[in-house]
C-alpha cells in the first residue's frame, strides 16, 4: 500500500476544519426587524375587531410611540424588544399593562395582545 503524498496529506487533515467552519456559520438570516415606523393594526377584541394606528420611535434600547383608537384614548408604549423578527412591546393600556408579541415577515405582522385577563389576536402592517 503506497503513502499518501504531503500534499494530499495536508488537505486530508484541514478539509474537516473547513467543513467545521462552514457548519457553523450557516446561512444568515435577515437582519433584526427595525420597529421604528407607524402601522395600521386590528385586534380581536370579545369577538369584534378594533381597528388604529400605532408608531415606534427612538432606537434600540430606548423606543416609545403610541397606539390610537376610536375606541380608546392614545396609549402609551413604555417599551419594545425586538428579537430578530420577533417584537415585544409593553404598553400603558387603559385596564393596566398592555403586552403586544407579534412576528413580521413580508412587512406585515401577525401576534397576540394581552391585559388585564383578556387577550386576542393582533395583525398589521407598516404604513411608512
Known amino acids: ?23 457553523a456559520s450557516g446561512p444568515s438570516g435577515p437582519p433584526p426587524f427595525d420597529p421604528v415606523g407607524t402601522y395600521d393594526y386590528a385586534a380581536s377584541v370579545e369577538g369584534m375587531t ?19 383608537s376610536d375606541m380608546f384614548p392614545a396609549v402609551p408604549i413604555n417599551s419594545v424588544m425586538v428579537a430578530g423578527q420577533a417584537v415585544t412591546i409593553e404598553a400603558s393600556g387603559p385596564d393596566g399593562p398592555l ?4 412576528v413580521v415577515a413580508d412587512g ?3 401576534g397576540t395582545w394581552a391585559m388585564g385577563g383578556m387577550s ?3 395583525t398589521g402592517s407598516r404604513t411608512n
Not at 378594533?50 to 390610537?68: K, P, Q
Not at 403586552?99 to 407579534?102: A, N, P, Q
Request: aromatic fraction near 10%.
Open 50 to 68: 378594533m381597528a388604529g394606528t400605532m408608531t415606534i420611535e427612538g432606537a434600540e434600547g430606548a423606543y416609545t410611540g403610541s397606539l390610537r
Open 99 to 102: 403586552t403586544l408579541e407579534f
Open 1 to 23: 500500500m503506497t503513502q499518501p503524498s504531503l500534499s494530499r496529506r495536508a488537505l486530508i487533515a484541514f478539509l474537516p476544519a473547513v467543513l467545521a467552519t462552514a457548519c
Open 120 to 122: 386576542g389576536s393582533f
Open 108 to 110: 406585515a405582522f401577525v
